[in-house]
C-alpha cells in the first residue's frame, strides 16, 4: 500500500512538473515526432549514396521551407484578417438584427431581452483571431525545433551502435526501441497522409464557395485532424463562422455540409483502410488521453495524444509487473 501511494505521488509530482515545463518539452516533442517520421528519408538518401551530412541537409533544408511557407501564410492571414475586422463586425451586426426581426415575424419575442443582454461582436470575432494566433503558436520556436530535430538525426544514426556498447539484454533493448518506433512512424506518417486527404478537398471546396483564407482553413483542418474525435469539428467551426459572416446563410450551410461530407468519408472509410489493425488503444483511452495531455502540454499535446499515450503503452507492456496496465489501456484483451 505504501509503495503505492509513494508511486503515486512521484506521479503527480512528474505530471504537475511537465505542466509547469510545456513551453520547454513542448517544442522537444515536436522535434522529436518530426525526427521519427523524417529519420526514413535521411535513411533512404543514405542508400541512394549521400553522406550522411549531405541526407541530413537536404532533409531540414525540406522541413525549413515547408515550416516558413506555413508562417508565412499565417502571419499574412493574421494581419489580412485584423484589418478586416471591422467589416465584418458590421456583416455580424447586420446579421444579428435581420435574425431578431425573422424571429419577431414568427412569433419568438427576443428583441428585447437581445437588446438588454447585447452582443460583444468584437468576443465572436476574437474567435477567429485566437484561432489564427494558436496556429502561429505552434511554428513561433520554429528555430529551434529545426534544431533539435537536426541533433536528433544525428544521433539516430549513432543510436544502434550506442545500444550494442550498453551492458544488459542489448537485443531485447533493440527490439522494444524498434517497436516504439516502427508504430509511432507508422501512425504519424499514415496520420499525415489522412490530413492531407482531408485538406485538399476543404481547401477546394472552400475557394468554390469563395471564402477567405482557404488556404488556411485547409491548413487548420490539417493539423487538427491529428486530434481524435473533436479535431474535425473544431477545425470546422471559423471557416463556417466566416463563410456565415462573408457570404450569408447558404454559403454557410454548404460549407458546413461539406465539412461533414469530408469528414465522414475520409474518417470512416479512408482512414480505417489505411490504418488497418488499428491503434491498439481503447476508444475510451483516446478521449482521456486527449483531454490529459491537452491539460498537460496544451493544444500541442491534443495533436499528439495519441502517440503519446501509445509510447506510455508499449513501455508498460515491456514489464511483467506493468503489463496489466498495458491490457487495459487496449482495445482487446
Known sequence: MRHTLYTLAALVIVVAGMRVASPIIVPFLVSVFIAIVTAPVVRWLQERGLPVWLALSVVIFGIAIVSLGIVALIG???????????????????????????????????????????LDASRLLGFLTSTVNSLSSVFGNIFLILLT?????????????????????????????????????????????????????VVLLLLVLGVDYALMWGLL???????????SLIAAIPAVLLALLQLGVAPAVYAALGY????????????????GRGLGLSTLVVFVSLVFWGWVLGPVG????????????????????????????????
Not at 556498447?165 to 537485443?171: S, V
Not at 508504430?183 to 496520420?191: A, G, N, S, W
Not at 461533414?260 to 490504418?275: D, F, H, K, Q
Open 221 to 231: 483542418a490539417f493539423i487538427l485532424n491529428f486530434v481524435p474525435n473533436i479535431g
Open 302 to 333: 491534443m495533436v499528439l495524444s495519441v502517440p503519446l499515450t501509445m509510447i506510455v503503452k508499449l513501455y508498460l507492456e515491456c514489464s511483467e509487473s506493468t503489463k496489466w496496465m498495458a491490457v487495459m489501456l487496449g482495445n482487446e484483451t
Open 260 to 275: 461533414v461530407a469530408i469528414n465522414s468519408v475520409v474518417g470512416n472509410l479512408v482512414e480505417p483502410r489505411m490504418m
Open 149 to 201: 530535430v537536426v541533433f536528433l538525426l544525428i544521433e539516430a544514426t549513432t543510436l544502434p551502435a550506442k545500444l550494442h556498447a550498453m551492458p544488459g539484454d542489448d537485443e531485447a533493448r533493440r527490439r522494444r526501441l524498434a517497436k516504439i518506433t516502427h508504430d509511432i512512424r507508422r501512425y504519424m506518417v499514415i496520420k499525415t497522409w489522412v490530413s492531407l486527404l482531408t485538406a485538399a478537398p
Open 76 to 118: 499574412g492571414s493574421v494581419n489580412d484578417l485584423s484589418q478586416k475586422l471591422p467589416e465584418y463586425r458590421d456583416q455580424l451586426l447586420e446579421l444579428k438584427e435581420r435574425s431578431i426581426d425573422w424571429l419577431e415575424e414568427h412569433g419568438v419575442k427576443v428583441k428585447q431581452q437581445a437588446e438588454q443582454e447585447g
